[in-house]
């Protein structure tokens, strides 16, 4: 069995979604810069645009920043494959709880003993009936 890493610092939660790589991307990027009529400080605090474009280093491949996300991924796929190593071996570890219109649920995989927790929301309700009282 193949080691499977996550990152665990500022790209955590990324992967390219073709090659699996970790690192290095390149994302568009915002920060908070003081400007004035001279130009501007120097700024090193900045954060990933979520909503912008970013590129895989590795294989050059280029989509929405969105797209390099695993819990994304994981989500559009219908929760079917690992979001570390891909593979559809994975089992529910526990009963699903609820709360307040939130409910959960504690999954590993199987191949490489990554574990997460999948998160419900109630979005609506449907077949409703109503008795009638005697």
């Excluded at 690192?23 to 120097?42: H, I, N």
């Excluded at 609506?124 to 009638?132: A, H, L, P, T, Y």
Aim: charged fraction near 30%; proline fraction near 3%.
């Amino acid at each position: 069995m193949s080691e499977h890493k996550i990152n665990t610092n500022a790209l955590y939660g990324y992967k390219c979604p073709k090659c699996g790589s970790l690192e290095p991307f390149r994302m568009v990027s915002v920060c908070m810069t003081l400007w004035s009529d001279q130009g501007t400080e120097d700024s090193t605090d900045y954060d990933i645009a979520e909503d912008g474009a970013c590129e895989c280093v590795e294989c050059k491949f280029v989509g929405p920043t969105s797209g390099f996300l695993i819990s994304e991924r994981y989500v559009r796929s219908g929760g079917t494959k690992c979001p570390v190593c891909d593979s559809d071996n994975i089992e529910n570890k526990a009963n699903l709880e609820a709360d307040n219109g939130i409910a959960w649920q504690d999954v590993e995989c199987m191949d490489c003993n990554a574990t997460w927790r999948d998160e419900y929301k109630l979005t609506g309700i449907r077949d409703i009936e109503v008795k009638e009282c005697e």
